[in-house]
């Protein structure tokens, strides 16, 4: 390599270190700019479950996906089994929350109230009424549980925000 050669090198690896300094700055800038206040108030959806009945599903949009909200039937095994791990406690009621997308590639499974489980038309993935993918179907984990608060004395549940109930939960992931 001849000395202008070596400098020209350099010269290009130093230009090209600025250029990328240059962009991490304006991406640090865009975030002090961006109204993250206004966006972060934009993530809660507040849910009223009271009217829910035994056994009875009810789906919201929080941060445009499909959530679904289950009272839990009281012959339901699943309940009790995954008490404390995916399901909790309003009263005497146990409830479950997910993210109703499939696991597998995305699609929306729908519930079966009869058989307590979700379908996924898609390509015949199941999960239970807890959420967790069932053995020898496609999808490979358990739906996702989101942040969520128990709030007004148990009548209404905040999406977007961890509380108790949600933080006591080994299995939320
Ligand atoms: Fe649900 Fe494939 S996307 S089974």
Redesign the pocket.
Known sequence: MSDNQRRDFIGMALGGGAAVGAVASLIAMKKTWDPLPSVVSAGFTTVDISSLKDGELMTVEWRKKPVYILKMAKDDADAEKYLGKRNFKIGDSIYTVGVQV?T????I?GYDGEKREFV?A????KFNSSGVNEPG???PIPMTIPPFKVIDGGKKLLLGEAGEEYNQLSEKE
Not at 104 to 107: A, K, Q, S, V
Not at 122 to 125: A, F, I, N, P, T
Request: contains cysteine.
């Open positions: 499939c597998h590639l995305g699609c499974p996924c898609c390509h015949g993935g179907t496609p999808p």
